[in-house]
Nanobody, 123 residues
Framework: QVQLVESGGGLVQAGGSLRLSCAAS????????MGWFRQAPGKEREFVAAIDWTGSTRYTDSVKRRFIVLRDAAKNTLFLQMYSLKPEDTAVYYCAARSALTLSTTGRSYDDWGQGIQVTVSS
């Protein structure tokens, strides 16, 4: 089991940037596929970005060229660097880990989740 703790959320104006962090313990993220998901009020949880054990990444279309998922294996920490934020990016963001090496865009495929962190983008 992996313990995940997100940080770095907050309130930002449209067009601004934020970097979310996800500190992991219990297993190395270098040997895990990791993902970011988000859930806006009244909406279902949706896939945002993922990275597999080789470093290959995938993004949902709405965040491509604006968000970057990366990891620091030495710190066992996953990041989501977010640029050009829009009001529609407002949501609770969750970090997730799966024991498999390959990434997935499906939340059910992930075994462990962080508690979530609020990101609010004002217009």
């Amino acid at each position: 089991q992996v313990q995940l703790v997100e940080s770095g959320g907050g309130l930002v104006q449209a067009g601004g940037s934020l970097r979310l962090s996800c500190a992991a313990s219990g297993r190395s993220i270098a040997t895990s596929a990791m993902g970011w998901f988000r859930q806006a009020p009244g909406k279902e949880r949706e896939f945002v970005a993922a990275i597999d054990w080789t470093g290959s990444t995938r993004y949902t279309d709405s965040v491509k060229r604006r968000f970057i998922v990366l990891r620091d294996a030495a710190k066992n920490t996953l990041f989501l660097q977010m640029y050009s934020l829009k009001p529609e990016d407002t949501a609770v963001y969750y970090c997730a880990a799966r024991s498999a090496l390959t990434l997935s865009t499906t939340g059910r495929s992930y075994d462990d989740w962080g508690q979530g962190i609020q990101v609010t983008v004002s217009s």
